[in-house]
Each structure stands twice: as C-alpha cells, then as structure tokens.
C-alpha cells in the first residue's frame, strides 16, 4: 500500500454532491472530476454523499470540480460555508420531509387508483375510481411532480451519453403511463389490436411511491451510519471560561485564542487543548480514548478539549485551538475515512459502470421476445415484463454495499479511541499474521523511573542515597538523569550544591558535593578509578536480567550503593499481546536493547521473537525483512525514528502519545493509547470485512436471481409473471436490506 504525504501544492477536500442514487451515479460523478486537469484522484461515496478530491490547488480551482460535477447532471456543493451541526441537522429533515410528502402523495393516489382498476378489488370501489380519465387525473401529478428528480437526472446523463438508476425509473414508469394515456384517449385504436383497453397507471404510479419510499428509508438508515461524527461533533464545549485582567468571563468557543488562561471547574467540559498550569485534577477522557478510568492531571500534563473534569479545579493555556485541537483533528480524520473507498469496492463499481447499459439491453430483447413469441396481448406482456426488468435492476444495493459498512466500521472505531485513516486500511487488516511492536514508548512507557536501590556498609540510608545522586545528575543531560531527579523530588529529597562537575561520555559522572568526591557511572568508570565492586556483581547481573540498567555510587573511592533504573511495561501490553496470539498472530518485539535486556523484556510481555540490537534506521529493513517470509506485517510504533517502518509495513499502527510524523505515516492511530486495541482493530477489519462481503452477495445475488424472473424466466415452467409494481417493492427492501445489515455492525463486540 502506497503512503506518502501531500506536496505543498496537493490539496485534498471535501465536497457535498447532490442528486446521487446508486453506484453508477458513483462512476460517472468520479469520471467526470478526474477529467479536470490537474485532479489526482477523487473517490466518491453514495453513503456520505460526497467527494474527495486530491487536486493540484494551482491548476484547479474549485468552480473546475462544480462544472464537472453539473455536466453530468448532479450538483457538487464547492463555496457553500461549513455549516453548524444544527444548520445541517435542518436541512436534512427538510429534505426528509420533502421526500415523505413526495411518498404519501404517490401511495395515496397510487393506492386509490389500484383500488378502481386491480382485478378483484376494483368491484368494491366508487364507481367514479373506475374511470380511466379519473385516474389519469390522479396518475399525472405523480407522473410530473413525484416523480420530477427522476427525469432530471436522466435527461443530463442522457446528454452526457451516460445512464444510471433514474434513467431505469424513468424509461419504465413512463413506458406504463404514456401506454395507459394512449389507453384511455385511443381505445378504440387499442381495442382494433386485440387488446383490451386497460390502463396501468398504478403500475407507473405505485412505482414512483415505492421506490421514493425505498429512498426515504435508506435515508433515514443511512444518517444512522454516520452517528459516529455526530457523537463527535456533540462533544464540543460550546463555551469557555477565560481569565483576563484578573476577571474570569465566559466567552463563545470560538472567541478562545491561544495563550488564554482558562479555568475549569469539577463537572465541566474542557473546550480546547491546552497545559495545566495551576492546580490538579483528574479528567474523564473517555468520550475520546474510550478508556473509563479517569486520568490524573498536574501542573505540566496536557488537557484535551471536549474531555470532562472530575473533582479538581484547574488553570490551564490553551495552545490548540479551533481546526488544530485533538477533537477536531479527529473528526476530520474519521470523516475522510468514511469517505474514502476500500479496494473491494472497485469490483461494485466495475461491474455497475457496465451494469445500466446492460440492463437497457436487456429490456429491449425481453420486449421483443415477448412481442415476438409471447401469447396474446404480446404487445401488453411486452410491456410490462419490459417495465419490470428496468426496476428490478436498479443498482442501488449495489452501490451501499461497502460504503455503509465503512462508515459503521470506522465509526465504531473511533468510538473505540481507534482511529483509522481510511476505508484500505481497514481493509487490510483483516489481512494481517504478524505484529511488530517498537518496545520503547510502545510496550513500555517509555519513561524509564528507579526500581530499585541497592546500599552498603558505606552509606545505608536511601535517602542519602538519592540525595547525592540526584543532586549529581541535576546537571546531566543524560535520558536516564532525569528517572533519578524525579524520584529525588518525590520523596522531597533536598539536592545538594555540587562543585567541580564533569560528565564522562560513555563511563558517567563526577562532582564534589560537601567536600566529598563522588562518581556516578558504569562497571569501566568504577574500573577506570580502580574501585571494586567483585562483590556487587552478582546484583549487578540479577537487575540486568530482569531487563534494569544498573548504575553504581563511589564516595571518596568507595562503594557506597547500586541504583537500578527501568522502562516500565505497559499495563495493557501483556493483555494486548496475549489476544493477538489468541488469533493466531505472531508478535515481534523490536528494539535496540542488548540481547539480555531484551529477552528480560520479552519474557514478562510472553513474546518469543525479539529483534535486538536494531539502530533506529535499520527498523525499516527488518520489516520488510519479516514480509519477505511471506507475512503480513503490521508495525505499531509512536517515535519520528518509527515513522519509515511505519510506512514500509502493510500496516502502520501509531500511539495517539506518539509523535505526529508517525502518526502521519500510520494508517492506524491509538488515541486510547490501549494496546488490546491492536486486536480489536483486527476483529473490526473483520467484521466489516464479513458484512461487506454479505452485502455484496446479497446485492449482486438479488439482481442475478430476479432479472431472470422479470424477464418472464418462470412463465414457461409455472405461468408466473412478476408485477412491476412487486419489482419496485423488491429493489427498496434490498437497498433497505444492504443498510440495515451494515448498521448490526455496531452491536458486535470487538
């Protein structure tokens, strides 16, 4: 899978298009933009109804895509501001509500025409209901304004020498009405030839109902996948309280700018980003991470807009703000992955692109084999066998297929605090065998803190201890000082002046500190200063195996103690690895530890592959070493020097702690920071996975059995014909069917 970051010049947006209704909608809207020079890629989605287009910002500007898109008979909605959520919450309920006046009017005069024309209900109708001018009366503004959208869209792809859905709708509710108004002005005519002048303006009617009410269903079904962004976008705070000259005041969100002080009391939202600055608490960020325990917040942590403080009150700066907080980042990340398209969609779209004109086709040779060979009226079987093969094909199931499901998938896991980049890579988990864990910051904190404290006759005290030893390493630069100084000042330990400082590249520290030489350092600065330590070895061994650094103290040449520092393990990393072997996954721990060390490591997480002694740019050699063993390499990393092996594995998975170069370059992102979540991404790949392949059956299998049946396939062996208007009923339910079934995937557990 190809990853690489955008150029200064390459834009990726988003855009709104109107008027789509099935998959082949899809191919001519996506078409038509990549035609516009300058375009790199564009992937439309009939789930979300939008486009996202890659495009050169120099060559392409954004009325080039709208001049595409209405070539072609749809809309694409390019200057239009971002609306609030309640803005856009309006309008789709208008549009709703539009559409279920639309189905009302339809099914209400649809129905009272059946009622005045169907065999064996037509005797116990008003009189008045039978008349062939009532009902055309009845018939034509459904005809004309129900059924409007459908002629609008097939007459701009018609121009454009393209057909979709509402080209299908349109050719076959029309051939049944124009037939029943020759019927009811001419049936003298109609009667010379044999035929009863029987009108079928229910056919055209009902027709035009059912599917609208197929479309309001699907609608309603449909914003229903998309919960996830609205949860989302609910969180936000809408106010702000901020401290200026002294005074706090509640402001609008949108006023808040970086560098506010903003206080936060027990039971309110954060509204942006920021530093705690004054004060503690614990905060409930569950809302993004999914993780229920409240976290502990000083002075120095960060704090994440839209999380819920607990108990404490705090002062914090806000430095995110607006499009930049992690929130929004979020919403953004999750939105182009519900836009995006996964690779198995190309076989829909593939087979939709040559689906209409096929099905146009078809029509036509059933009309003529019914008018040829067909027993009398022919010219009236023809007709609505031909009626009923150009709505039973319509491809909509086809087009909701995979869509919908991937707007549930990474909707659910974003629920989840996992965050996936787009609709491939949730597609190719489901591929993986093999998980590489980076060990520093992945399966460790990656904050190494004291462990143990070894004494001698020299110095019994611990505190002692860490006195002269944090007071030392206070001015070291060191990754392991900063472990001892911090636990100096946890245990309120006063450092202590120190003299003659000196760091030893590769051995450790000296000073004086009250009149007293002391060294800091490894077994060759003892040896270098002619200082034994044969009687500590034992201790020095047994902490390296349990995967320790030890550290050895001298004052004035003597031994005065053993310090130990240690990365500790992740809380969740034994949990995580165990249910990736329960799936039969194979983990690999990678780092650059020495080979004991390592294996120490290893053996508390249960991980039986290590990869030592690995220089930070040798990591990408080693995975694409792993895959060339045959295996499907996903690589979970959260450093800058992980952000190649990240790009180089199938698939890259990064620490919402991490750095953002490697969560650039990861097609998945741990905001929960839990690393059960790697297996939980693995099962929701698969699910997905299962559901788009069930719908895909489901669609492609509907059209395979029924376009037979319209065609008139049963006639000869039962007599049995398919109404026209059951073939509208059929392909709503199977559109309604394919979302619904999208939609169970938010109960299954991952």
Not at 532 to 557: C, N, Y
Not at 617 to 629: P, R, Y
């Amino acid at each position: 899978m190809e990853k690489s970051l955008l150029n200064n010049q390459t834009v990726k947006k988003t855009f709104p298009i109107k008027g789509m209704h099935c998959a082949s909608c899809v191919n001519v809207i996506e078409r038509a933009i990549k035609k516009v020079d300058g375009v790199e890629d564009c992937a439309v989605n009939i789930a979300t109804e939008q486009a996202t287009v890659t495009y050169n910002k120099d060559k392409v500007k954004k009325v080039h895509i709208a001049s595409a898109v209405a070539n072609v008979g749809y809309r694409a909605l390019v200057n239009e501001e971002v609306k609030s959520e309640e803005e856009q919450k309006k309008e789709k309920q208008r549009e709703l509500n539009a559409l279920r006046n639309k189905v009302i009017f339809s099914l209400l005069f649809g129905g009272l025409i059946l009622w005045g024309s169907f065999p064996w209900i037509m005797q116990f109708s008003p009189s008045f209901l039978q008349n062939p001018l009532v009902q055309f009366i009845f018939a034509t503004p459904v005809q004309i304004w129900a059924g409007w959208e459908f002629y609008r869209a097939t007459f701009a792809s018609l121009r454009h020498r393209s057909a979709n859905m509402d080209t299908l709708v349109a050719i076959g509710t029309s051939v049944a009405y124009l037939y029943s108004v020759f019927v009811t002005f001419f049936p003298n005519t109609v009667q010379q030839l044999g035929i009863n002048p029987m009108p079928y303006f229910d056919t055209s009617t009902i027709i035009i109902g059912l599917i609208l009410l197929g479309r309001y269903f699907e609608a309603r079904a449909k914003s229903a996948t998309s919960n996830a962004i609205k949860k989302l976008i609910g969180l936000q705070a809408k106010t702000a309280r901020v401290v200026r000259d002294g005074n706090e005041i509640d402001i609008p969100l949108e006023q808040v700018q970086i560098g506010d002080m903003l206080r936060v009391k027990p039971g309110e939202k954060i509204p942006v980003d920021g530093e705690v600055v004054e004060g503690q608490s614990s905060v409930d960020e569950s809302m993004l991470t999914g993780e229920s325990i409240p976290v502990e917040k000083q002075i120095g942590d960060t704090v994440i807009g839209a999380t819920i403080n607990k108990h404490g009150t705090f002062l914090y700066k806000a430095n995110k703000i607006g499009q930049d907080t992690m929130l929004s980042q979020i919403i953004k990340l999750v939105q182009e992955a519900q836009g995006s398209k996964a690779p198995i969609q190309r076989i829909a779209d593939m087979i939709s692109s040559y689906f209409v004109p096929f099905v146009l086709m078809l029509a036509l040779a059933t009309f003529a084999i019914w008018y040829d060979f067909g027993q009398t009226p022919a010219l009236l079987f023809a007709i609505l066998n031909t009626v009923a093969v150009l709505i039973i094909a319509c491809p909509c199931a086809m087009g909701l297929a995979t869509p919908t499901a991937i707007m549930v998938g990474t909707g659910k896991g974003a629920e989840q605090g996992i965050l996936i980049k787009d609709a491939e890579s949730l597609e190719i988990a489901h591929k993986i065998n093999t998980v590489v864990f980076d060990k520093t910051g992945t399966l460790t904190n990656g904050k190494p803190v004291v462990t143990d404290i070894v004494t001698s006759n020299t110095i019994a005290d611990n505190q002692e201890i860490l006195q002269l030893v944090a007071s030392l390493e206070k001015a070291s630069e060191h990754s392991l000082a900063d472990a001892i100084v911090k636990e100096a000042e946890k245990q309120n330990v006063t450092l202590l002046p120190v003299a003659n400082f000196k760091a030893i590249p590769g051995f450790g520290v000296e000073g004086e500190i009250a009149n007293k030489r002391v060294l800091f350092g490894n077994r060759k600065l003892m040896e270098k200063e002619n200082i034994s330590i044969t009687h500590v070895d034992e201790h020095i061994i047994k902490l390296e195996h349990e995967g320790k650094t030890a550290m050895i103290l001298s004052v004035d040449g003597k031994l005065a103690a053993l310090i130990a520092v240690a990365d500790t393990v992740k809380e969740s990393a034994v949990e995580g690895i165990k249910r990736l072997q329960k799936m039969g996954i194979e983990v690999i721990m990678l780092t650059g530890d020495n080979e004991r060390t390592a294996h120490s490591i290893a053996e508390k997480l249960g991980i039986t592959r290590i990869i030592a002694e690995v220089l930070p740019d040798q990591k990408e050699a080693v995975i694409k070493k792993v895959q060339h063993e045959g295996k499907k390499v996903a690589m979970v990393g959260d450093g800058i020097n992980d952000a190649p092996a990240l790009a180089a594995a199938d698939l890259g998975i990064a620490m919402g702690s991490g750095t953002d170069v490697a969560i650039e370059a990861a097609d998945i992102t741990l905001v929960n920071k839990n690393l059960s979540s790697i297996a939980s991404a693995i099962v929701l790949s698969r699910n997905t996975m299962r559901t788009i392949k069930m719908n895909l059956g489901w669609a492609f299998g509907y059209n395979i059995i029924l376009i037979p049946v319209a065609m008139g396939g049963l006639y000869p062996f039962f007599h049995l014909l398919l109404n026209p208007i059951f073939a509208s009923a059929a392909m709503a339910l199977s559109s309604i069917s394919v979302v619904s079934n999208s939609l169970l995937l938010k109960k299954q557990k991952i």
